[in-house]
């Protein structure tokens, strides 16, 4: 079985770490995808879902590798956080990409 090329995604909403590993190991790119200060909400997120979207066609990886996400717990369970909503319809555009040619396997791995 061949060793597919992987996508590597370090996911925020105000920044997005990726890097490209290529079958024979090597790093053949990376970079972070930074919106515009002047874009906000889900504008924001969805930049950054067409600029992921954009490396997918670009590399066509066999292996999208995506940092999970965890939230704190607070004395009465898990806490409301600032920013939840926004960082969930991130991951949640991240995972329909997987959907479409050239449909990546996604694994998440721990933080």
């Known amino acids: ?13 105000n920044h997005t770490g990726w890097a490209i590993l290529q079958p024979d190991e ?3 790119a990376s970079g972070t995808l930074i919106p515009k200060g002047s874009l906000r909400g889900l504008d924001r997120q969805l930049w950054l879902v067409s ?4 490396l ?10 995506m940092e999970d996400f965890t939230w704190k717990e607070g004395r009465e369970g898990e806490e409301y956080i600032l ?6 319809r991130l991951l949640g555009g991240i995972e329909v990409l997987t959907l479409f040619p050239p449909y990546p ?4 791995l721990l933080p």
């Open 26 to 28: 090597t790093l053949a």
């Open 56 to 65: 997918i066609q670009a590399w066509q990886p066999g292996l999208l590798a």
């Open 1 to 13: 079985m061949d060793t597919p090329t992987i996508l590597g995604l370090d996911p925020g909403v």
């Open 83 to 88: 920013g939840r909503p926004a960082m969930e």
């Open 105 to 108: 396997a996604l694994i998440e």
């Open 51 to 54: 600029k992921i979207q954009d």
